[in-house]
């Protein structure tokens, strides 16, 4: 990896684990607890009840698309895009390191849940706690850092790195790509606050996972195949 990127995956650790220290501060806890309450205030108390109802359920549904089993089948496809160069009809090995950099964030997101210990927010603030989907059943007992914002934030990386890979690669793809990723990890992010399955904070230290591990991904890959 360049030194650069080396330099931006240590300042994204050591800004997650700064986060993970403070997180359980009273200030923290107060700013969480406001923005999750203005988020779901200004979706539920909307003038226009159909589109409250419409973002609710779309907010719900946003989910699965940064749901582990969803990234593992996205990050497997994306790995077979990277290993195999058909033109030069070799194999690039440096491929792995997108599992690997998924598997990494699953184990961060268990060091953050098992050792920070930093309490989810009430089942009364949980929105639609018994729904069709299995998931939205479990209120984890401490939820820092965010999973979903960790694994939507890799997941933009990786497409946006792919469509930048590509041959030729358009300016024009590239900044729909990004608009579209940006787009959807803030749904993803947004959604896990109103839901109530996660604070704030939680969210940004799932961003910090997800961006390191995108970088790393970006460092590898990218220059083989610009």
């Not at 729904?131 to 059943?137: C, G, K, N, Q, V």
């Amino acid at each position: 990896m360049h030194k650069w990127g080396l330099i931006a995956v240590s300042i994204l650790l050591l800004l997650f684990a700064g986060l993970s220290k403070y997180e359980d501060r009273a200030f923290m806890r107060d700013f969480d607890f406001s923005v999750t309450v203005r988020v779901q205030e200004r979706v539920d108390k909307s003038a226009h009840l159909r589109a409250s109802a419409f973002i609710g359920n779309l907010m719900e549904g946003a989910t699965f698309f940064a749901s582990p089993e969803f990234t593992v089948i996205v990050t497997l496809f994306i790995t077979g895009l990277f290993a195999y160069d058909r033109k030069k009809k070799v194999w690039n090995y440096k491929a792995a390191i997108v599992p690997i950099a998924l598997a990494a964030i699953v184990l961060l997101e268990i060091y953050g849940k098992t050792i920070v210990h930093h309490p989810s927010p009430p089942f009364a603030m949980i929105k639609h706690p018994t729904t069709i989907f299995p998931a939205d059943y479990i209120n984890d007992q401490f939820s820092y850092p965010s999973g979903h914002a960790a694994r939507g934030m890799f997941m933009a990386i990786l497409v946006t790195l792919v469509v930048a890979a590509a041959r030729p690669a358009r300016k024009n793809h590239l900044i729909v790509a990004i608009g579209c990723m940006a787009v959807y990890v803030l749904l993803v992010s947004v959604s896990r606050i109103y839901l109530g399955h996660h604070w704030f904070s939680d969210v940004v230290g799932g961003w910090f996972l997800g961006i390191a591990a995108g970088f790393c991904c970006a460092a590898a890959l990218y220059r083989k195949h610009i």
